[in-house]
């Protein structure tokens, strides 16, 4: 496997319900990343994690709540989620530490539903 | 704080040129990035400007001039797989990526 992938890549849940988002890079990259992505907005940060710390939370809900175990492996948390964070949730991965000037790469995403 | 303005939607033609501009207000600019996404799929790289001038890389070329705050995306030769939208990203000193909103740009037979 090469890049970044994501599973699952569609997800339907309940309010109540409590689920996972995986994300897992190759590329030996230091920093990870969640964005969530919704219609017509631009892609908004929601959390970073550089060398396995979390460097940044951008004022995102309790209801979220990310996990990086190792460099490679990035996990988001969902919880009595809201219609409302029905959205596509993207992970990336940089080779440098926040801040940094190198390009990001993509998973394709978890398209997630909430009813 | 960083605002990034891109149209919403442009229509051109395969075979056609077409140009998707992307202006910005930031402090402590650190380069700017263009990246492709089609629909369904994940964002993937395009360019990286962060002196002025024209980069070219193929069909695609990038602009960037910083005292204007001002970038454009050229693309040359449309075909219908360049159907997609186009995100422009600064970077700033000490702050991550802030994206724009994006152009979704439909090319026409």
């Known amino acids: 496997e090469t890049g970044v992938t994501q599973t699952p890549r569609h997800l339907v849940m309940g309010m109540t319900n409590k689920k996972s988002l995986k994300c897992e890079q190759h590329l030996g990259h230091n920093a990870m990343y969640w964005y969530k992505q919704s219609a017509k907005k631009p892609l908004e940060l929601m959390f970073v994690y550089s060398l396995e710390e979390r460097v940044e939370n951008n004022s995102v809900p309790s209801r979220f709540s990310p996990e990086c175990p190792n460099s490679s492996h990035l996990f988001l948390h969902l919880h009595t989620l809201q219609p409302e964070d029905s959205a596509l949730y993207l992970c990336a991965s940089s080779q440098d530490r926040p801040p940094h000037t190198g390009e990001l790469f993509f998973g394709e995403g978890s398209r997630l539903t909430v009813l | 704080g960083q605002n990034i303005d891109q149209p919403t939607e442009m229509t051109a033609t395969e075979g056609a040129i077409v140009q998707i501009n992307c202006t910005y207000q930031?402090?402590?600019?650190?380069?700017l990035f263009w990246y492709q996404q089609h629909a369904g799929e994940a964002p993937t790289f395009l360019s990286y400007n962060v002196l002025d001038g024209l980069e070219e890389k193929g069909r695609f070329s990038s602009f960037l001039s910083r005292s204007k705050g001002y970038s454009y995306l050229l693309l040359k030769e449309l075909q219908m797989k360049d159907s997609a939208s186009y995100l422009c990203a600064v970077g700033a000193y000490g702050q991550n990526f802030v994206f724009g909103p994006g152009t979704r740009l439909s090319v026409l037979p």
């Open positions: 930031t402090s402590g600019f650190n380069g």
